[in-house]
Structures are given as C-alpha cells and as structure tokens.
C-alpha cells in the first residue's frame, strides 16, 4: 500500500510564500517521477509542476519564475497571487518492492488561498 500525503497549504497574502510537501509512505522501491496539480472549483486539474528521477524540471507558463518544485517532492511557491488560489495535488509514479511496473498516486489535497 502506498499513500502520498500534501502539508503546507493554507491562507497566505499576495506576494508571499508557501512550501508545501508531499510524503510518500509505504513500500517504495522507487519514484520515478512526480507531478503537482492544482484545481479550483468548476475547472479541470491543471498541471503546474514536474519533476524527474533525473532531477529535470518543467512548470506551467504561469508559474515559471515563482515556483519550485525539488527532488524531495517540495513545491516552494513565491510571490503568491489570488489566481494561485486552488487545491494542490501531488502525483508520483512509484515502483513498489516486487514489482517493476510504476503506477500512479495521489494525495488528497491540500488547499491554497492567496488573499488580503
């Protein structure tokens, strides 16, 4: 069994910053890679940043510059905006001991509000 739990959402004012974290738990041989999404009400997930076993990086257009996310599954997220609001997923496909097939996970979520 594995599990992914996100900390570190919360309320924050324009321009400032939050670190949220992703744990993984269970029985892990490896990560190959893991993703943050985030979602507000009425739209679809979106995408905002991955990362590889490698280390290599991609973000959406609208967080390039603010955000980071690292190989300890962290996404530091600066000069935070209102549009930022939504709750934030992390997602890891992860190999477990006796298997060599990764598969997909996911956290629960935790929220983000950026307002003043």
């Known amino acids: 069994q594995v599990q992914l739990v996100e900390s570190g959402g919360g309320l924050v004012q324009p321009g400032g910053s939050l670190r949220l974290s992703c744990a993984a738990r269970g029985s892990i041989l490896r990560i190959n890679a893991m993703r943050w999404y985030r979602q507000t009400p009425g739209k679809e997930r979106e995408l905002v940043a991955a990362?590889?076993n490698g280390g290599i990086t991609d973000y959406a257009d609208s967080v390039k510059g603010r955000f980071i996310i690292s190989r300890d599954r962290s996404l530091q997220m600066n000069s935070l905006k209102p549009e930022d609001t939504a709750v934030y997923y992390c997602?890891?496909?992860?190999?477990?001991?006796?298997?060599?097939?990764?598969?997909?996970?996911w956290g629960q979520g935790t929220q983000v509000t950026v307002s003043s």
């Open positions: 990362i590889t």
């Open positions: 997602n890891a496909d992860i190999v477990q001991y006796g298997s060599s097939i990764a598969n997909v996970y």
